[in-house]
């Protein structure tokens, strides 16, 4: 019996952060989520009944498995991959290639409307049948007989394998011997596990496939398989759908109807990474790789530390190769607490970021900043902190802002106002002896340098930035040209005079080491400011090379210590310092450079004959620069 205006699902299965399909009615599911740490913002295959575990050997199967025992059914179910759809529209004459499959570029608003995957195209697909399938293939365009052939001699795949399936097919389902023996003969089938089929023949398929997988797991072992083999159960199931079709042909009535298939080559990403709390939510990011793991655990212990129980802290980790060791220490500082979710995120799901410019010691992780008022849209405010940083107070403090029209909050540069006031030389690529002054106003158009922010703390006004579409601004800009220090610059490009600028508490330099011989040379009312903020900091920033697991001997370095101790990371923090023979210099009396003596002597002479912030200086200084990396390198 025919159903009016049938409901439809359709789940699509991602195993990392990919592009989703648009229309309600496809449901991206996370599969194998069991096995990972990581958010990819969809729902997962690891609630109620599941096997998500098993994914590594079952592939899209735990999918299947997941909404057979947990949802409740639509009057129609199919399931497609991240990137590999059914063709919906009525034009099933696109060209193939030999595999039987359309290649598209990217899956866009045009790829969706080509191919009919909106309901409406889908309702209209599926009226008056029973199943869809994707368009019956020929293994002989891959060389193969047949298909029990075919895969015998696809590579990673055993046939002694596919033998015990077949096994345990017959020995529970004696009835299907006709079908096997048709399918095996046969050089056509229906490949890639992917159908839309009636809610009855969805359960009774089911019931059969999955009765089959639980008999042939006692009946044969992997014999160090590795992970393309290991996806053996996968590969069955594709040969058991084809019988179980076949069968069903047999005994009844099926309408059958095929359409093409599709297959994105170019992986995107388009998620959003969704609230953790309703209510009282202080929403954190922070973005580290492998070898920060106990500096962003530590900056994580600080801010539950000083956390308020009244507020619920949605902690977000844009995490770059971080280990599942690191990630799992990491959620053991929770201990518990409800108020409190930390989530990680894999930063390299953002496709930008391959071709990025970078230089010295940093990363094209450095720039996943930029991302946050895409990814993280569904928020109103999200508070940004460097890995390298703690925190000594209640950051909830920071989410009470009223930015008004201000597209971000943060604190003032005092280097870069150093940098300035000294003549520094900007390190890019393209542009040769140019002030960082020259730099701010010519690069970045900042008629006002003073303006620059430090990027080690932003909170982020996400509802203005989607009101003016300010990812994209971030992002054109990103793509114009090379930036000294990136995707800071490209903030304080975008952002000038959009800033509210927080107190220096916040954004407190440990001094690197060197806080006598730096910080004193700024303008007095600026380094009054800095003495000031370093008596109640409110986050420490350890920027620069020398870090406190390196070496005890920087400023703040208890604090930081204070936040390591009782975690995971604390007997190798210690260790690692106690590896550290040559503590770094911060005793006047102690070893100087030899271009740090002459520069020394030569300075008052130099101030007198060409004062701070005159051309004369600047030229001075652009020759400077010019020998100086001709002598050192």
């Given amino acids: 019996m025919e159903v009016k205006n049938p409901s439809i699902s359709i789940y699509t299965s991602h195993h990392k952060p990919s592009a989703f399909l648009s229309d309600p009615i496809i449901k991206p599911l996370h599969v194998g989520k069991e096995n990972s740490l990581n958010d990819i913002c969809c729902a997962g295959d690891d609630t109620g009944d599941h096997i998500s575990y098993k994914n590594p050997f079952y592939c899209e199967l735990t999918a299947q498995y997941w909404v057979w025992k947990n949802t409740e059914l639509s009057d129609y ?79 990673y795949l055993h046939i002694e394998d596919y033998q015990s399936a077949i096994d345990s097919l017959i020995y529970l389902y004696p009835e299907y011997a006709a079908a096997v023996k048709t399918f095996n003969s ?50 069955i199931s594709e040969r058991l759908f084809n019988i179980f079709i076949i069968h069903k042909c047999n005994s009844s ?17 388009n998620g959003k990474i969704k609230p953790a709390f309703d209510e009282r939510a202080i929403p954190v990011v922070i973005c580290f790789d492998e070898n920060y793991a106990h500096s962003g655990g530590a900056l994580i212990n600080s801010i539950i530390k000083n956390s308020n129980q009244h507020h619920n802290y949605d902690i977000v980790v844009l995490e770059n190769n971080v280990s599942s060791r690191n990630k799992s220490r990491i959620l053991t500082l929770v201990n518990n607490n409800k108020n409190i979710s930390i989530r990680f995120f894999d930063v390299n799901a953002f496709s930008e970021m391959k071709a990025v410019y970078t230089r010295a010691h940093f990363s094209a992780a450095t720039y996943a900043r930029l991302f946050i008022p895409s990814l993280f849209s569904s928020f109103k405010k999200v508070l940004f902190i460097d890995a390298d940083t703690v925190v000594e107070s209640d950051v909830s403090e920071l989410m009470s802002l009223e930015l008004g029209n201000n597209l971000i909050a943060a604190v003032k540069d005092i280097v870069m106002e150093g940098f300035v006031k000294f003549g520094a030389i900007a390190h890019v690529d393209d542009l040769k002896n140019v002030t960082a002054q020259e730099y701010l106003r010519d690069v970045l158009k900042m008629e006002d340098t003073e303006k620059y922010f430090q990027a080690g703390i932003i909170v982020f006004n996400i509802a203005q ?37 927080l107190p220096y508490e916040w954004n407190v330099y440990h001094g690197n080491g060197n806080t006598d011989d730096f910080f004193p040379n700024l303008r007095f009312s600026t380094y009054m400011s800095f003495l ?15 870090k406190p697991w390196d070496t005890p001997a920087v400023d703040f370095f208890d604090n930081f210590i204070s936040y390591i101790n009782n975690t995971p990371w604390q007997k190798e923090v210690y260790e690692r310092l106690n590896k550290h023979s040559q503590p770094i210099v911060v005793n006047k009396e102690e070893t100087i450079l030899f271009q740090t003596k002459i520069k020394r002597r030569l300075m008052p002479w130099l101030n007198k004959f060409a004062p701070i912030g005159s051309s004369r200086r600047q030229l001075i200084a652009k020759n400077y620069y010019r020998i100086r990396r001709v002598i050192l390198g």
């Fill in 532 to 546: 000031k903020s370093r008596k109640a900091p409110k986050m420490i920033h350890y920027a620069g090379e020398n």
């Fill in 465 to 501: 930035m989607n009101d003016e579409n300010t990812y994209e601004k971030l992002i054109s800009t990103m793509k114009s040209r090379n930036f000294w220090f990136l995707d800071q610059d490209i903030m304080n490009k975008v952002f000038y005079n959009r800033t509210y600028y």
């Fill in 77 to 155: 179910i199919g399931f497609m991959h991240y990137r590999r759809h059914l063709n919906f529209s009525e034009n099933q004459d696109f060209e193939e290639d030999v595999w039987g499959v359309i290649n598209e570029d990217i899956i866009d608003k045009n790829y969706e409307k080509k191919y009919g995957l909106n309901k409406s195209d889908i309702l209209k697909a599926i009226d008056g049948f029973d199943v869809l399938l994707p368009k019956i293939w020929n293994v002989k365009q891959a060389g193969s007989k047949n298909n029990y052939e075919h895969y015998k001699v696809s590579r």
């Fill in 253 to 269: 009535t099926l309408k059958i109807k095929e359409l093409q298939r599709t297959f994105v080559t170019n992986e995107t990403f």
């Fill in 186 to 235: 046969s050089s056509e089938g229906y490949y890639t596990n992917m159908f839309v089929m009636k809610k009855e023949l969805f359960e009774e398929y089911s019931e059969w496939l999955f009765n089959i997988l639980s008999n042939l797991e006692d009946n044969f072992s992997l014999k160090n398989y590795n992970a393309q083999e290991k996806r053996v159960i996968g590969h």
